[in-house]
């Protein structure tokens, strides 16, 4: 029983006839399917990430990575991951802090990071010369 009325269509299984609620009807999910995915992907719409050293907080880095989650455990595994190995001695990857990046600021990404295991972001147009 449907009692808000949104149970519009009927369909023919071999038991008989059977409601469909209205987002449950394949025509329904077509014609909608696109703006309602655009809507939910923007609110489910994964951060950018900054690893740092703890200790200094005012570190500042164009690097990022993405997840709706920090992507890397602190320490080992993110130093791994995002090849830290030259910067070692500045960012050991012992913080970690969602980055709020505007709809206008240009990202580059995400790519492979060389030598490690995720992927990376860049703030600006273009990737740094390395």
């Known amino acids: 029983m449907d009692p808000w009325g949104l149970c519009k269509y009927e369909v ?3 038991e008989g006839l059977e409601e469909i609620p209205l ?6 999910l077509t014609l909608a399917g696109g703006p309602v995915r655009s809507i939910i992907s923007w609110i ?3 951060s950018y990430w900054q690893y740092y ?4 907080p005012a570190y500042e880095s164009r690097w990022l990575t993405r997840g709706s989650e920090p992507p890397h455990a602190l320490g080992e595994d993110a130093y791994k991951a995002l090849n830290l190995k030259e910067s070692m001695g500045k960012n050991p990857a012992t913080g970690v802090r969602k980055v709020d990046v505007k709809p206008w600021e240009p990202i580059r ?3 492979k990071v060389s ?3 995720g992927k ?5 147009w273009r990737w740094p010369k390395e």
Request: glycine share 14%.
């Open 53 to 56: 050293p703890a200790d200094n």
């Open 120 to 124: 990376e972001y860049y703030r600006g």
């Open 115 to 117: 030598g490690g295991t």
């Open 109 to 111: 990404g995400p790519r």
């Open 12 to 14: 023919c299984e071999e």
């Open 23 to 28: 987002w449950e009807d394949p025509i329904f």
């Open 44 to 46: 489910k719409k994964a």
